[in-house]
């Protein structure tokens, strides 16, 4: 007798033969509107600025980013994801505070060009002080170090700064204890509180952001950034307590970044949390790497990154932010993989 379940009568490759059926019980699916596409914008007009490590990446001046905008739209993305380069650094970051800053600038001319797109801003301070570190410095036990609760006080600013330029949705990034609690108190107190927030939850410590530190002039003059982001060997267990402590406080939607290397973390936040929509970051790195084989010919760069973008919806991101986000519209426009 025949065993069940077994071959000749379990045949595998019956679903694999045909082009059709293969399409058919395809189980994981990328859509052009899970994709957030990060724009990086400078002060002026008609500004395009390539960055070399980001082939396909500029820093745009905000008409500019307006086309990309409008863009974003007519392919049918989720939305856009704002980083600013401002004019001049200080050692607060005070330049992130101004209502005619480089990224209200953006969300305007955003907002003119297409009302309809999802306009969320990435919610920092590396960007705008001198030394490049997430907010202001202190002293703690004899180092220098980012001070916490100082820079709460400036993140719920900055919040309220962008929700009143016309931002959809607020991206802290810092990693600062109590951030996502601090922000939400200041836009509530502002009149914002139907403003989302969309959490870097779970954010590593991690050597992936290198081409993105080119892009938005914000890499540390000193030190790392180990003693706010995640360390990549803590167990998964431990991002889960990021997550949780965020949706305590009033996370909307939460983040694991970077991506690729952090599928476990991904999945087990899915697998926690079925109910909270979960966006996962394709940094800079994960970018640049496959864009650079690419270049050199050993990637095939569109197969390379739908299966990277495939992985990172099947370990159970909803949402993904990703520089190929353009691409990805041409490319499921093309041919579905
Ligand atoms: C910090 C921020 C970073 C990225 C997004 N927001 C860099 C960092 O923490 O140094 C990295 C994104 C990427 O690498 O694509 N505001």
């Known amino acids: 007798m025949q065993a069940e379940g077994m071959f000749p009568t379990v045949r595998l490759r019956r679903l694999r033969y045909l082009p059709a059926v293969r399409r058919l019980v395809r189980q994981v699916h990328l859509q052009p509107e899970q994709m957030i596409l990060p724009l990086f914008v400078r002060p002026g007009r008609g500004v395009k600025k390539e960055i070399p490590s980001m082939p396909g990446h500029c820093q745009l001046s905000p008409d500019l980013a307006a086309d990309e905008v409008r863009e974003t739209g007519r392919l049918g993305l989720g939305g856009v994801m704002l980083f600013g380069i401002p004019e001049q650094k200080d050692p607060e970051g005070r330049e992130a505070l101004r209502p005619d800053g480089i990224i209200p600038q953006a969300i305007r001319a955003a907002k003119d060009a297409a009302p309809e797109v999802l306009v969320i801003t990435d919610l920092c301070f590396c960007e705008y002080t001198d030394h490049g570190h997430c907010g202001p410095l202190c002293q703690r036990g004899g180092r220098t170090d980012v001070d916490n609760d100082a820079t709460l006080e400036l993140l719920g600013q900055q919040a309220v700064v962008h929700a009143q330029a016309g931002a959809d949705m607020i991206a802290p990034s810092g990693m600062m204890d109590g951030m996502v609690g601090a922000i939400r108190k200041a836009l509530d107190a502002a009149g914002f509180a139907h403003i989302p927030i969309l959490s870097y939850a779970a954010k590593y410590a991690s050597g992936f952001y290198g081409p993105f530190r080119e892009a938005a002039e914000s890499a540390p003059h000193f030190g790392d950034r180990r003693s706010y982001q995640m360390a990549p060997a803590s167990r998964t267990e431990a991002a889960l307590r990021e997550i949780q402590l965020d949706l305590a406080e009033g996370a909307d939607l939460v983040m694991v970044k970077p991506a690729l290397a952090y599928l476990d973390v991904i999945r087990e936040v899915r697998r926690r949390w079925p ?63």
């Open 275 to 337: 109910e909270v929509p979960l966006a996962a970051y394709n940094v800079s790195g994960e970018y640049s790497m496959v864009k650079a084989a690419a270049e050199r010919g050993w990637l095939e760069e569109k197969q390379i990154a739908l299966e990277i973008l495939t992985a990172i919806r099947r370990a159970g991101a909803d949402i993904i932010i990703t520089y190929w986000a353009k691409e990805v519209a041409h490319w499921l426009a093309e041919a579905p993989p």
